[in-house]
């Protein structure tokens, strides 16, 4: 009985062993010298969490927006005009600290995505975003600011980036 000793179970004679040397499943040559996954996978890991927390910040924005944006001073809706430049700032920081155009796409399209399905009547009529003026300058202002920022990021990219191959 190699590695273990036999044991008794009601009458019955059952032996034990110890399994932690036995290798069940054996690597094939070429993994045992395999190296550790290469530093760029964790980057691309943690470079996609980061686009999609900017969506999630993107989308955030627009849900918060969509019922507050009619807050006024007077007869002016100055919620619905900072909030167009909230995601504004948020595209440009967006672009800035992931260092690409991308970075002002993905809060941008979080926000048209979530405005657009907040904007549908439901099934009773309902709309949450109205045709008045604050909610005008909420849609159209953020649309804007939003489409601003991904080409502000656009022409700060084209500005900044060098070429990849010069010609001789």
């Given at each position: 009985m190699p590695g273990g000793k036999p044991i008794s179970s009601l009458g019955?004679?059952?032996?034990?062993?110890?399994?932690?040397?036995?290798d069940s499943l054996p690597e094939p040559p070429a993994r045992r010298d395999a190296r550790p996954p290469a530093p760029r996978d964790q980057e691309a890991f943690v470079t996609g969490g980061a686009y999609?927390?900017?969506?999630l910040l993107g989308a955030l924005e627009a849900l918060i927006g969509c019922f507050h944006y009619s807050h006024t001073v007077g007869s002016v809706p100055?919620?619905?005009?900072?909030?167009?430049?909230?995601?504004?700032?948020?595209?440009l920081l967006?672009?800035?600290?992931?260092?690409?155009?991308?970075?002002?796409?993905?809060?941008?399209?979080?926000?048209?995505?979530?405005?657009?399905?907040?904007?549908?009547?439901t099934a009773g009529g309902s709309v949450i975003i109205t045709?008045?003026?604050a909610g005008e300058w909420y849609l159209y202002g953020?649309?804007?600011?939003?489409?601003?920022?991904?080409?502000?990021?656009?022409?700060?990219?084209?500005?900044?980036?060098?070429?990849?191959?010069?010609?001789?």
């Amino acid at each position: 009985m190699p590695g273990g000793k036999p044991i008794s179970s009601l009458g019955s004679r059952m032996t034990a062993y110890n399994l932690q040397s036995v290798d069940s499943l054996p690597e094939p040559p070429a993994r045992r010298d395999a190296r550790p996954p290469a530093p760029r996978d964790q980057e691309a890991f943690v470079t996609g969490g980061a686009y999609s927390l900017l969506f999630l910040l993107g989308a955030l924005e627009a849900l918060i927006g969509c019922f507050h944006y009619s807050h006024t001073v007077g007869s002016v809706p100055l919620a619905a005009a900072g909030l167009a430049l909230l995601i504004l700032i948020t595209c440009l920081l967006g672009a800035a600290g992931m260092r690409s155009t991308a970075g002002a796409v993905v809060p941008a399209l979080g926000w048209f995505l979530v405005s657009l399905v907040l904007t549908l009547p439901t099934a009773g009529g309902s709309v949450i975003i109205t045709s008045t003026t604050a909610g005008e300058w909420y849609l159209y202002g953020g649309a804007l600011c939003a489409a601003a920022g991904v080409v502000i990021a656009l022409l700060r990219r084209a500005r900044t980036v060098r070429p990849r191959y010069q010609r001789s």
